[in-house]
């Protein structure tokens, strides 16, 4: 039994950077950290006693016989990446609503590649698991994602990620004083704007011909920088708020999709209650909206909102961990009985298992004539 706990990743800087056809041309960077917000996953070799051979617990529950028939798309694609060769039972519990800037899926990615890794007596590098996740995303799903959100839930922390023309994905880990790193926690809200949405839709708005957004994107991309100097000299900190103002009115501008009349009005009053800064967390369009508002100003800004749920957090540095593990019995032996006897064991309902029986022990007419008198026999 396997228990794997990813957290999920909050950007301030940078975002849009990271998608590869614009870093592998002209290189980028973010600077993001990972909260106290995480994804769950439980995983175990199923034993071969049951009807199923794969258990996916999520929103639903799907139970199959081969991995091919799993509708969740991740995990079909992370069960062959790792190859299984057993039955897997999956159990998903989130901190935090899909669909919402968070990079949950991406988490849940990542995680579930070190649980299975884990259930195969292997110790994946955090290194590994991010490129992992990113390649199963990016080239096997399809999906117009980036490269930072898997990096950040692998190594956790608040880091300078940057992205190489070459490929290569760079971790830099910001090396600031305890009371630095608590007053930059102590300025950060999370508010959950209740709307959600697909990030990849909202991203491929401006990803598919992301080569005219140059301007915003440099924009972006050097406010980073900016952003790091802030934090690790003597700055006041509410500089950083500032800066974060000036990257959410370059985000914004990047595709009308990024934003609404109602993410607006939200963002106006957290502003005119004491928000120095902010921005949607993610690609945009919804889901949780980050604001760098003063310790004094944030019960402000609370009551300025109606509608909006605020989600109490904190950074946090340790990225992807299995929090447990137990081993189970070992039944590959059984699993190699029942692959070979494949069309010869069927699951059946007892009173199934009666009206065989009848079947076989009493000639056709008699067995019409006494089935409504035999008591039922046991199924074995």
Known sequence: MIISRTPYRISFLGGGTDYPGWYRKHGGSVLS????KYCYLNVRH????????????YSRIESTNTIAEIEHPAVRAVLAQVDIDQGVE???DGDLPARSGMGSSSSFVVGLLHALYALKGRMPTKRQLAAEAIEIEQNVLRETVGSQDQTAAAYGGLNH????????IAVRPVTIPQHRIRAFDDHMMLFYTCIKRTAS?????????IGTRKRQLRILNDLVGEGIQILSGDHDICEFGELMHEAWLAKRSLSASVTNAQVDEIYAKARAAGAIGGKLAGAGGGGFMMLFVPPEKQAQVIDSFQG???VPFHFESSGS???FYDAEPDFSREHQVREQQQGKIVFRELSECAVQMLTESTPPAAAAASSNRLP????V
Do not use: M, W
């Open 33 to 36: 950290t990972t909260i106290d």
């Open 201 to 209: 839709d909202v991203a491929k708005t401006y990803v598919d011909d």
């Open 308 to 310: 909006v749920i605020h």
């Open 90 to 92: 999956i159990h998903h």
């Open 161 to 168: 990620i940057q992205f190489l023309q070459n490929g290569e």
């Open 321 to 323: 961990q299995i929090i």
């Open 46 to 57: 199923l034993p071969p006693f049951f009807e199923h051979r794969y258990r996916v617990v």
């Open 376 to 379: 039922v026999p046991s199924c």
